[in-house]
């Protein structure tokens, strides 16, 4: 039986540890695999459950009775946006550096406290008022989906950068070719915001003695 290797990826709250269990079952064998939540709690999951988000966090993150509310499923939908790599949308979220604020990825409670103190009813989408910063309380907030579609047209018009062609120049005269600008800012301990304000040009492109061209 050939195993599709899930080590080191995240998905939702957890991230698959480098070890698995086989469970036999009628219609054939299926794997297991080790976890750590992002609360420290290790489970075992199925890697269909895994890949298919049925279950990313371990019991005491699990949220009871919520599983088929409209607000979890756009708290979901926004860890899967920001951690999960295998997620269609994490090249324009989690791998441009956009995250989930502490309080909010950690507790589900807390980010429903503040959907409902902030006037959120179905239909209502989330917006990040600044679209190069993450999900926090202060950036965000409830829109229509027609005003949301309204606003994604008019970032369409208005930044035309193409991130797939980025690259970095050291003082050194090093030039890199970014890929993905938040593992760079990580790997060269910069600030992400700065860093996305230079490439798209809100700020000069040079930062922290690297200078940022696009094409």
């Known amino acids: ?103 909010w990825r950690n507790s589900y409670d807390n980010f429903k406290f503040w959907a409902n103190s902030h006037g959120y009813s179905d239909g209502l989408t989330i917006d990040r008022i600044d679209s190069s910063i993450g999900y926090y309380p202060y950036n965000c907030r409830w829109i229509t989906l027609s005003e949301n579609s309204a606003r994604a047209n008019l970032g369409r018009h208005k930044n035309h950068t193409k991130l797939k062609n980025i690259t970095a120049t050291s003082q050194d005269g090093i030039v890199i070719h970014i890929t993905n600008i938040k593992r760079f800012c990580e790997e060269h301990h910069l600030n992400y915001s700065s860093v996305n304000a230079a490439i798209r040009g809100k700020s000069k492109p040079e930062y922290h003695g690297w200078i940022f061209r696009t094409d």
Request: charge should be positive.
């Open 1 to 103: 039986m050939k195993i599709q290797n899930l080590s080191g990826q995240r998905f939702g709250c957890l991230t698959v540890l480098d070890d698995y269990i086989r469970i036999q079952k009628k219609n054939g064998t299926k794997i297991k695999w080790r976890c750590k939540c992002d609360c420290g709690n290790e489970i075992y999951s199925f890697s269909d459950s895994i890949k298919k988000g049925k279950w990313n966090y371990c019991d005491k993150c699990r949220p009871s009775g919520v599983r088929n509310s409209k607000l979890y499923h756009i708290y979901h939908g926004i860890l899967q946006r920001c951690y999960n790599e295998n997620n269609p949308s994490y090249e324009k979220y989690g791998a441009m550096g956009i995250d989930v604020c502490d309080e």
